[in-house]
């Protein structure tokens, strides 16, 4: 089956600790997404990638990092630096880069709380 | 830049009722829409989208939106709901060349039996 898979479902993090976040998707898209998602404040874009080893921030990328060395692997670190990281993260993946048309295709997303 | 409301947070209906989901967007030159819908704890679903071309979109579960140009809407409709349409909808639009989307706030559909 294609598609976009994340894990952990559910991740827990200590207050200063770093945690990287996994996507993984097989569908040959060009162009991948990290949103954060808060109750009642619907999608915020993190960070983009168009295109292997490039990427881009998005309108709430402090605190946050990425890499994109692989076409079907773009995972999301949230650093200590993050102040307010418990979230609902989604990640993303469209056909072609810059394809203001193309449907985004999301995986089923990670529960990040910070304890 | 582009931006989306979602006029209402919540919405409850009966089994059976009408309903219609409200959006509306920051005019632009070049505007394509989509309505996305999450089930709890789940990631989105498209579940309908304008490009161009007739401004009546219909999805295969019986939802359909009407781009309205004049209006800057893009209201989400279904004559008859189902319990199991209660989900949140998100309505979005393109966010420029980067290929992002710009979401609403989401609406919250409960349906009660």
């Known amino acids: 089956d294609g598609g976009i898979t994340q894990s952990p479902k559910y991740l827990f993090r200590k207050e200063g600790q770093n945690v990287t976040l996994s996507c993984e998707q097989n569908?040959?898209?060009?162009?991948m997404y990290w949103y954060r998602q808060d109750p009642g404040q619907g999608l915020r874009l993190i960070y983009y990638s168009q295109i292997v080893n490039d990427f881009q921030k998005g309108d709430i990328a402090e605190g946050y990092s990425v890499s994109r060395e692989k076409k079907e692997s773009f995972p999301l670190t949230v650093t200590s630096a993050q102040k307010n990281p418990t979230a609902f993260y989604l990640c993303?993946?469209?056909?072609?880069?810059?394809?203001?048309?193309?449907?985004?295709?999301f995986g089923p997303g990670t529960r990040l709380t910070v304890l | 830049a582009q931006s989306v409301t979602q006029l209402d947070s919540q919405v409850p209906v009966f089994e059976e009722a009408p309903v219609e989901l409200r959006c509306n967007y920051s005019s632009s030159v070049s505007v394509y829409l989509f309505w996305y819908v999450q089930y709890p704890n789940q990631g989105l679903q498209l579940l309908l989208k304008y490009l161009s071309g007739s401004t009546l979109v219909e999805s295969i579960n019986g939802f359909e939106a009407e781009f309205n140009k004049s209006q800057t809407s893009f209201h989400l409709r279904k004559p008859s709901v189902h319990i199991s349409d209660t989900a949140e909808y998100f309505c979005a639009v393109n966010g420029g060349s980067q290929g992002n989307l710009i979401f609403g706030k989401g609406t919250k559909l409960s349906v009660k039996p």
């Open positions: 993303a993946s469209s056909l072609l880069a810059g394809g203001e048309t193309d449907t985004q295709y």
């Open positions: 569908l040959n898209h060009d162009a």
